[in-house]
């Protein structure tokens, strides 16, 4: 039977929630089940074991030795984040959608979960739906055409599945990002291995380029760029050279392009773990949702699919003006960030009193400006913790009527979800990117007396395994 660290062939016959493909192998005591993540029913694939269980594994993907039947071969590039991409979207979204149904019905114990759907929101657009991409530079390079690794190399591109050390060089578009952008990578690649400074090596923490960010507004049609280097060699990187490069590729899409000198080994690429500078253009670009303007730095939180985005909050809107918010009654944006909710929920219905709440003062300071840029008025944003916001603010004791929550991808703590429960609201309108957790929060709310209405998948990312829902919940009241 199998070991850890064993290299194994696997035929996937099923798919599971997350994106995580299973294989069923026949033993001498009856049928092992093999956990492979990102791949889909039909491929036969190289795996390695990483987990072994009595009744099952987990093993992280290798690579593709047979495709399934229903793959449909694209003029894209395959990249570790988009392992779908000649799966007919179709097809994707329904074993998304019933993987999801299976495991939120499983964890929150209800069982009448398809009686409650609502519906499954497809993505406007299945291609070139991101607005930000990263790409990482490595001198070991995994070579797609003989499958070698090749270390001295010039590689830029992404990280190869299952490593954190070698890099696929991108050579055409991956048909997530940007086209024109991905198109002209390559040549991007030409000329930094022309300046003679060598590309970052993960093994040994040294080298030059380390990464490439690159934020896309659709509103605009431009692009921000941001060269992430070390200092070693800097003194012979001429930055404007390359400046000068950009603007004859890129012309006027190029919104702007800052260089950041990081020399701290983590293999990261934010602003904060160095210093930057703008060497041409603006430090931001302006994205539209809803009708509203954002201004997005490359820093900024913004959502990845505007587009998609644009659904996701419509339905939950719809969700939240379901119910009559009665007169002297507030909604609250719990986890608001940046309060796009907030505004556009504002923009839907003038007249309801918003509150925005986040204990990140930033994200506060960046949702007031956000209100200033927009002309809107009638939302107040407080940087505060859940537990503690009525006992600062008993002026809005008893008057919340619906809750909107969104997130972050680890989900609500248990003990802050207790305190969301505390503030009393009659209705809460969960946004969540990672329905299994949402799935256990459904069954602490049931238990506080709030009842599942209504549950809608949104497909935000095309082409993966992830998927977000919006649940509704009333609270059960002794008439009702």
């Known amino acids: 039977m199998f070991q850890r660290g064993d290299t194994v062939e696997l035929e996937i016959s099923d798919y599971a929630f997350g994106g995580r493909g299973i294989a069923k192998v026949e033993t001498e005591n009856g049928q092992y089940v093999v956990f492979v993540d990102n791949t889909f029913p039909g491929q036969l694939v190289r795996a390695k074991i990483e987990k072994k269980r009595k009744r099952h594994a987990e093993a992280k993907f290798q690579d593709i030795i047979r495709r399934s039947n229903e793959e449909v071969i694209l ?17 994707q979204e329904e074993y998304k959608k019933n993987s999801t149904l299976e495991v939120f019905s499983r964890i929150s114990n209800i069982r009448d979960l398809n009686e409650r759907f609502d519906e499954f929101i497809s993505s406007p657009n299945h291609y070139y739906y991101r607005n930000k991409m990263e790409y ?47 198109t002209i990578l390559k040549d991007v690649r030409v000329f930094l291995q022309n300046t003679g400074l060598p590309a970052w090596h993960p093994p040994k923490k040294e080298g030059f380029f380390r990464h490439i960010v690159v934020r896309k507004s659709f509103e605009q049609d431009q692009l921000l760029l941001n060269l992430v280097t070390s200092s070693d060699g800097i003194e012979t990187f001429d930055v404007e050279a390359f400046a000068t490069f950009l603007k004859e590729k890129l012309g006027k899409r190029l919104a702007g392009f800052q260089h950041t000198v990081n020399d701290n080994v983590a293999d990261r690429s934010k602003i904060e773990n160095g210093q930057w500078k703008l060497v ?15 201004e997005i730095s490359m820093e900024s939180f913004f959502q990845t699919n505007p587009k998609s985005a644009e659904k996701l909050y419509t339905k939950a809107l719809d969700y939240v003006f379901e119910e009559e918010i009665p007169e002297g009654k507030v909604v609250m944006d719990l986890f608001c960030g940046t309060g796009t909710i907030g505004q556009i929920l504002s923009t839907r219905k003038s007249n309801v009193e918003i509150v925005g709440v986040d204990i990140v003062a930033e994200a506060i300071e960046d949702a007031k400006r956000n209100c200033k840029r927009n002309n809107i008025h009638g939302i107040n944003f407080y940087a505060a913790d859940v537990g503690k916001f009525l006992k600062e603010h008993p002026e809005y004791i008893g008057t919340i009527s619906t809750i909107i929550l969104d997130p972050p991808r680890a989900g609500i703590a248990p003990k802050t979800l207790l305190k969301t429960i505390d503030l009393g609201a009659e209705n809460i309108v969960y946004i969540s990117c990672n329905p299994s957790t949402q799935a256990r929060d459904a069954e602490t709310l049931a238990k506080a007396g709030y009842v599942l209405e209504k549950i809608s998948f949104v497909d935000q990312f095309p082409h993966t395994g992830h998927i977000e829902s919006i649940a509704k919940f009333k609270l059960r009241t002794h008439e009702s």
């Open 280 to 294: 041409c253009g603006e430090a931001v670009v302006v994205e539209k949702l809803l009708g509203l303007n954002f």
């Open 75 to 91: 003029p894209f590039q395959e990249i570790s984040g988009g392992p779908y991409i000649f799966v007919p979207i179709e097809l």
């Open 136 to 182: 990482s530079f490595s001198t070991i390079e995994h070579d797609l055409e003989t499958g070698e690794e090749k270390d001295g190399a010039f590689a830029l591109g992404f990280k190869r599945r299952g490593t954190w050390w070698k890099v696929e060089s991108l050579n055409k578009p991956s048909g997530l990002f940007d086209e024109q952008w991905e």
